[in-house]
């Protein structure tokens, strides 16, 4: 069975540094990865869909990477500002699964201090 | 913008009471998804709608029912609440997986926090 691992749970950092989130997958046959970020007691906003096809996505400050061969990916916060504190997570669905079957991780929780 | 927009954000209820959540999305998507979140667990889909009248289990779906009726609405239904099921209620939509440009790109409503008490 499919399970997403966030590694760590939780991190903090000063402004201004780059960072890097991960996210581990234990089974390659994915059609997509998605990364989310979801703000305290809000829903989940969408930043970066990864198709199995592609390597890396990138918007604004973000870049995500994909190796599925290994079952990983990453995503790349540059310049890291206070307003990018927020729960990070990321959801893949699987090769020849439902549309309705994305698998989440539980999320790294990001504190960026001033 | 695609906008996920759910009826309640808190409500409380009683064991036993009849809970309807309602999530209605503004662009026309094919998929509506429904699931719960809570500490520990991360996120677990409830129930999946493809098309009108169409739905399909996710991994949690004892006690719960849903309703589509209408293609922009998907109605979340507590039969009789348990506290148990107090958590936070996430809608979600879709396009139809393909090759269109954001398809596949799942889209949130603010969540809804039930308390069952």
């Known amino acids: 069975k499919q399970e997403v691992t966030q590694i760590p749970a939780a991190l903090s950092v000063p402004e201004g540094e780059n960072l890097v989130l991960n996210c581990s997958f234990t089974?390659?046959?994915?059609?997509?990865l998605q990364w989310f970020r979801q703000d305290p007691g809000k829903g989940l906003t969408s930043l970066l869909l990864?198709?199995?096809?592609?390597r890396e996505q990138t918007s604004g400050r973000l870049n995500a990477s994909l190796d599925k061969s290994s079952g990983r990916s990453t995503l790349y916060i540059a310049a890291s500002q206070p307003g990018d504190s927020a729960t990070y997570l990321c959801?893949?669905?699987?090769?020849?699964?439902?549309?309705?079957?994305?698998?989440f991780g539980k999320g790294t929780k990001l504190s960026v201090k001033p | 913008d695609v906008k996920v927009t759910q009826s309640s954000r808190y409500l409380v209820k009683r064991t036993g009471e009849k809970v309807f959540l309602e999530c209605v999305q503004d662009?026309?998507?094919?998929?509506m998804f429904w699931y719960r979140q809570d500490p520990g667990l991360g996120l677990r889909l409830i129930y999946f709608?493809?098309?009108?009248?169409?739905?399909e289990k996710g991994d949690i779906p004892e006690g719960y029912s849903v309703s589509r009726e209408k293609k922009e609405r998907f109605s979340l239904i507590l039969e009789s609440a348990s506290t148990n099921q107090t958590s936070m209620y996430l809608c979600?939509?879709?396009?139809?997986?393909?090759?269109?440009?954001?398809?596949?790109?799942?889209?949130f409503g603010a969540g809804s926090r039930l308390t069952v008490l």
């Open positions: 979600a939509s879709s396009l139809k997986a393909g090759d269109l440009v954001g398809a596949n790109v799942l889209t």
């Open positions: 089974d390659s046959a994915i059609y997509n």
């Open positions: 990864i198709q199995s096809s592609q």
């Open positions: 959801a893949v669905r699987e090769d020849g699964g439902s549309q309705g079957n994305l698998i």
């Open positions: 662009m026309d998507h094919e998929n």
């Open positions: 709608s493809y098309d009108v009248k169409m739905k």
